[in-house]
């Protein structure tokens, strides 16, 4: 699948997270997905876990990811920097950084991804 293609369910993937639109969010997603808990640590596989880790982490945290800039390696992974800012719902600003996330996909749909700090 084209570079075109991969950001086009990026975009997709970003705004629907960013909208707490989990459905649309795991429709961007292979069922057996590999995702990061960048939470609390450890790792996440398939739909459901996925949605049962944003639903608490939503719970507790407001976060809002803006993809700034996408790239894509030699071995098909993309690379998209990220500015992140994760808020308490009291308003308080937990975090605001610029960090990366790698993405692997198959069949067009995101397979994995991997959250580097930068």
Known sequence: MADFDHRLVLIAAYAAFNARAIDAALATMHPDVNWPNGWK????IGHD?????????????NPHVEPQRCTTDDDGRVTVDVHQV???YAGHTLADEQIQHIYEFENGLIKRMDIQRI
């Open 49 to 61: 876990a996925i949605r049962a880790y944003w639903t608490q982490q939503w719970e507790e945290l």
């Open 41 to 44: 640590g450890g790792r996440v």
């Open 86 to 88: 994760v808020s308490d």
